[in-house]
């Protein structure tokens, strides 16, 4: 664990070799978030199945201080969208991210979560989640096999290890706004598209005059 | 008595810890990090902690593990590569979610098609892994890959495979499957032969010497698959074999109808 | 458990035509079979077909849309629990104003399935207590498997869509099609000031409810429980309203793991469709496959060597405790045991799923089946041992000794006792009429199982019991699936031993295109859930014209209100445990 936080650019005296480490803030913040990732208990479909065995005695997400799955979006901080998100679901989706407190992160698990997958052409299926909520890491596989969520695990430590707390933007001032939730209508409508539908719907009622 | 149900499952509990520990004597200390006891300890006999310690030792993946496709190329002595893909379309064709996309080569100056791929495109985001493509390919040139660590920050530029990401070496494909390799390499070094026998009676008829045109390349025997696009997509080589399920499907099909026929005369009664 | 008496159907067949001349007529289309019932008499038909004829287990209800024909179907499949083949029967009703009378109050398992129907097709049921959309939302519009709906990402009729190759001009549909295109928005929708109507046909409908009880005025509340919620496995959702903490009304809500499957179904290639069986229930896909491949093989005519079919059984088994495993693991999560049991038992599913891997090439999407055989032969070797060796390591040694803890562990334990003692019990008839299957239906005492109802592949070779309850509590359904684990350990003893060495692994030359012959078939296999049932209708092309699942999680839901008013909450959570299902195939 020393080993990882030291900063190489301050010596340490030699005397004091190992009994003293010098990080930085950074480092520390980092490692400390990093180590201690609460998934939320977000089973989706079929890619849910492996993440329960990546989270259970064979690949065991404790190692990595990840095992301690949260069912309240309040208290966790990573979101593993796990399997194929649909039409109907992406409301209770959009509205669990905002639930989740700062610093917040989003997994898109499998290929349905990433970008449809098999199912994308249906017509209840989303293609992505990343078109209603920003994804930090894809996992792509069809479920992937539990090493393979691993894997995108760590690069999701990875990815906060390249964070600096003097950037990040949940210490900033300006707050953070909530995503508009999509609303079930005739088909999806996702609030942020209001005017292009508009735009659309006239253009029809015109072409149909 | 009440609570011996209870007592009993923690007893239960309390051995599954300690196993481990009696489990650790059989490997002598070589329990964690070493190939051999993995195997024992992620086989039947297992006992105590189950855990593989993923990322510093990982699960070997059986030979036929299949994710993500990819397309395979033979590297001649001379430094060139081969495509082994003949861009004929069949594993578009069977793709269940049609991930799929083929691009085929046209001859610049006769606007034939020839029998390579331009550009060969797999959308991982959609693709279901089931294998088809590689069970189906008539040219082993698509297989299933056994590289399963390809998470990413940004799914756009990385997640529609191109010909260059998805080609690798045909020495690759005979390290994570030998057997395949084996028993598919000695089917083509057959089926070239044969070939190669066809062609020479068939120069010997033109009573031209030119039996070397044939030369038992690997994708020798693309062009006659690939020439023509409208076909539906022909099964490689028409045999007596084939033939023999053909009648066999239709003897089954004919005694298919004799039942429905005899059903309805049942129930016409 | 009586072997399956030989029904004595000709004699049944005649008299249903007799007593109803010209209102049940036999369905004369090449490759159909049943009857054809007149809508306006369709009552009395059908429950004569319950009470004299003895169909009283009604397994599949589903719509069939023959655009060119100009009419729609409502396609039923009845069977007895006590053996022996279904009896179809169909009720016709054109398309412009689709109507044909509700049997749920004959039949009530028809409840989801007729709305389903009319969610899928816009058939209207006379009669049906809550006809709304089921897997839809309320305010969607179009119906969306009829033949002439598309939906926004619409390619192409049929696979394999034409520009994949050669022209190869890669592309995303959403870029393609970046605004929903095909979506049919009513006249004079606008956004602005758009009110959906949400869940209020649903909250109505919960309110409906006598609100009973004692002559106390309480308040009543209602909960929504999921669709994010740890106890629901998945994204199931329940509506409940609570006089204190006791239920007094419930309403599941499905759809949102709807993955259109059918339609999508429609489009694929017959064999395209195999692994997307993988993904119905995605616990057993072993089992989903065998279940499509034997309906397809039956409309084929299809034989499958005999090694196959071991191995299939050999598959089956092994997906059957694998399956039941999760299930009492994830049942001992739900009672409160967090955790510790179900990681013991995720070991040796674990183990099992290995197997799987080095046979099929995946952990849980084998896609192993094909029709006329299995895709590969059982490997030489697993971590480095050979594959019988391990597999008689795995069913003499292991899964034994597994079962064996299990038992000690669990089902003596007080507290499991406790709380599952008496919890939501089901009589025998209400469970059949409810149209439970699998564990759900043996143990309210029912010994159906279409293993030995209507043996399909070589299940009549093998030597094994079929466990049932009595009261048909929790307890028991927990108890027959640790029961079934113990018979499957048998069968595939019996399977090891008798398995041919060396043989076929396939009956026809493996290959991609199949054309299967015009007409319809209904196949069916015991899943480790209850009865997977596939409806497939052909018209002799290379995909098929209709594809319907009848999905065993979904059916047994239908039960899910009657299992929980009057039980407590908490309570809710273990009942769902215990019918076990899963979104992918509830959903589909």
């Known amino acids: 664990m020393t080993d990882e936080l030291k900063n190489p650019n301050i010596p340490v005296p030699a005397e004091l070799e190992g009994t003293v480490t010098i990080t930085t803030l950074d480092k520390l913040y980092n490692w400390s978030r990093r180590s201690s990732i609460f998934p939320m208990i977000f089973g989706l479909a079929c890619c849910a199945i492996e993440m329960i065995c990546a989270a259970s005695s064979r690949f065991d997400l404790a190692r990595f201080g990840m095992e301690v799955f949260r069912a309240t979006p309040r208290q966790s901080d990573l979101m593993i969208v796990s399997g194929t998100v649909t039409k109907k679901m992406v409301p209770q989706i959009v509205r669990l991210y905002n639930q989740m407190p700062e610093p917040k992160y989003v997994m898109a698990m499998g290929a349905c979560a990433s970008g449809g997958g098999p199912f994308k052409e249906g017509y209840n299926v989303v293609s992505g989640i990343d078109k209603f909520i920003p994804v930090d890491v894809y996992v792509p596989g069809c479920p992937p096999t539990p090493q393979a969520l691993i894997f995108g695990l760590i690069k999701l430590q990875e990815k906060i290890d390249q964070q600096s707390i003097k950037s990040v933007p949940w210490y900033n001032s300006d707050a953070i706004e909530a995503i508009p939730i999509p609303i079930l209508g005739p088909d999806l409508i996702d609030p942020r598209q209001g005017s292009q539908i508009a735009r659309e719907m006239a253009v029809a009622t015109e072409a149909e005059a | 008595m009440y609570g011996l149900g209870i007592i009993r499952g923690m007893g239960i509990t309390l051995k599954h810890f300690v196993d481990t520990y009696v489990d650790d004597l059989r490997f002598l200390g070589k329990r964690y990090y070493d190939e051999s006891s993995l195997k024992v300890r992620q086989g039947p006999k297992a006992a105590g902690a189950f855990t593989v310690q993923y990322p510093e030792e990982k699960l070997a993946m059986p030979e036929r593990f299949r994710f993500v496709p990819f397309l395979l190329f033979e590297e001649n002595e001379d430094g060139t590569t081969q495509d082994r893909c003949t861009s004929c379309g069949i594993c578009s064709k069977v793709c269940p979610p049609q991930c799929i996309w083929i691009e085929r080569t046209k001859d610049p100056v006769t606007k034939r098609p020839v029998p390579e791929p331009k550009d060969f495109h797999i959308d991982i985001d959609i693709c279901m892994n089931c294998g088809y493509c590689a069970e189906f390919c008539p040219f082993d040139a698509i297989k299933m890959d056994h590289d399963y660590e390809l998470s990413s920050y940004d799914r756009t530029s990385a997640h529609v495979f191109n010909k260059e990401r998805l080609s690798k070496p045909v020495s690759y494909y005979a390290s994570i499957r030998p057997n395949f390799f084996l028993a598919e390499e000695k089917v083509r070094a057959e089926e070239n032969k044969k070939k190669a026998k066809q062609a020479e009676a068939k120069a010997k008829a033109k009573g031209g010497g030119k039996a070397k045109a044939a030369a038992p390349a690997p994708a020798a025997a693309a062009p006659a698959a690939v020439a023509e696009a409208p076909a539906p997509a022909a099964a490689p080589a028409a045999s007596a074999a084939d033939l023999d399920a053909a009648a066999k499907k239709k003897a089954l099909a004919e005694k298919r109808k004799a039942m429905i026929a005899a059903r309805k005369a049942k129930k016409g009664k | ?588």
């Not at chain 3, 002559?215 to 994010?228: C, E, H």
């Open chain 3, 1 to 588: 458990m009586a072997a399956p008496a030989t029904p004595n159907t000709e004699t049944e067949v005649l008299s249903l035509e007799e007593k109803f001349a010209g209102i049940a007529s036999p369905d004369t289309r090449e490759g159909y079979e049943g009857y054809i019932i007149a809508a306006d008499k369709a009552e009395e038909v059908v429950k004569y077909i319950r009470d004299d004829l003895g169909y009283d287990y009604l397994s599949s209800v589903t719509g069939v849309d023959y655009l060119e024909d100009d009419h729609m179907e409502v396609v039923y499949h009845a069977f007895k629990t006590e053996g022996g083949p279904a009896l179809n029967f169909k009720i016709q009703t054109d398309r412009e104003n689709p109507r044909v009378p509700s049997i749920t109050h004959l039949y009530p398992a028809a409840e989801f399935q007729e709305r389903e129907a009319y969610d899928m097709y816009g058939i209207l049921f006379d009669g049906h207590p809550d006809l709304r959309r089921i897997l839809m939302w309320d305010d969607f519009e179009g119906w969306p498997m009829r033949k002439d709906w598309k939906e926004a990402y619409y390619e192409a009729e049929t696979k394999p869509f034409k520009n994949r190759w050669p022209g190869g001009d890669v592309y995303r549909i959403e870029a393609n099609n970046p605004f929903n295109k095909n979506v049919v928005y009513p006249e004079g929708f606008n956004l602005n000031g758009y009110n959906p109507l949400g869940d209020k046909t649903l909250y109505d409908m919960l309110n409906q409810y006598d609100r009973g009880g004692s002559n106390l005025k309480t308040d009543q509340i209602v909960v929504n429980i999921g669709p994010q919620h740890p106890s629901t496995h998945g994204v199931f959702r329940m509506v409940v309203r609570l006089d204190g903490e006791n239920v007094n009304a419930l309403k599941p809500v499905f759809g949102y793991l709807h993955r259109n499957h059918e339609k999508i179904g429609e489009r694929n290639t017959w064999l395209m469709n195999m692994p997307y069986t993988d993904r119905l229930d995605y616990l057993t896909s072993m089992c989903n496959n065998h279940a499509y491949a034997l309906t397809v093989e039956k409309m084929m005519g299809l034989e499958v060597p005999e090694r196959a079919d071991y191995i299939r059984v050999l598959m089956n088994e092994l997906t059957r405790i694998a399956s039941h495993l999760w299930a009492t693991g994830f049942l001992l999560n739900d009672l409160g045991a967090f955790q510790t049991p179900m990681l013991y038992l995720i070991k040796n599913r674990e183990l099992i799923l290995d197997f799987f891997e080095a046979t099929s090439g995946t952990r849980m999407m084998c896609n192993y089946s094909r029709f006329g055989g299995v895709a590969y032969d059982l490997p030489d070797t697993l971590r480095d041992e050979n594959t019988m060796d391990w597999l008689h390591e795995m069913i003499h040694e292991r899964l034994p000794r597994g079962l064996e803890e299990l038992e000690r562990f669990l089902s003596n334990n007080e507290i499991v006792r406790t709380r599952a003692i008496g919890l939501s019990p089901v009589t025998a008839q209400e469970a059949i009429a409810l149209g439970m299957s699998g564990p759900m239906l043996r143990a309210a005492g029912v010994p159906y199982d279409v293993r030995r109802a209507e043996p399909y592949g070589i299940y009549d070779r093998f030597d094994f019991d079929i466990p049932v309850g009595t009261t048909g509590d929790v307890y028991d359904r927990y108890l027959v699936r640790v029961n079934e684990i113990r018979e499957s350990i048998k069968i595939l003893k019996q399977c090891l031993r008798d398995m041919p060495a060396k043989g076929d692994i396939m009956s026809v030359k493996p290959g991609y295109t199949h054309k299967v012959p015009a007409g319809e078939a209904y196949g069916r296999g015991e899943n480790p859930k209850g009865e997977l049932g596939f409806y497939c209708v052909s018209k002799g092309k290379g995909h098929p014209y209709r594809y319907h699942i009848r999905a065993p999680s979904f059916i047994n839901l239908t039960g899910l209100e009657k299992l929980c008013v009057g039980t407590k909450i908490a309570d809710v959570v273990v009942v769902l445990g215990s019918i076990d299902i899963v979104l992918g195939e509830v959903d589909r």
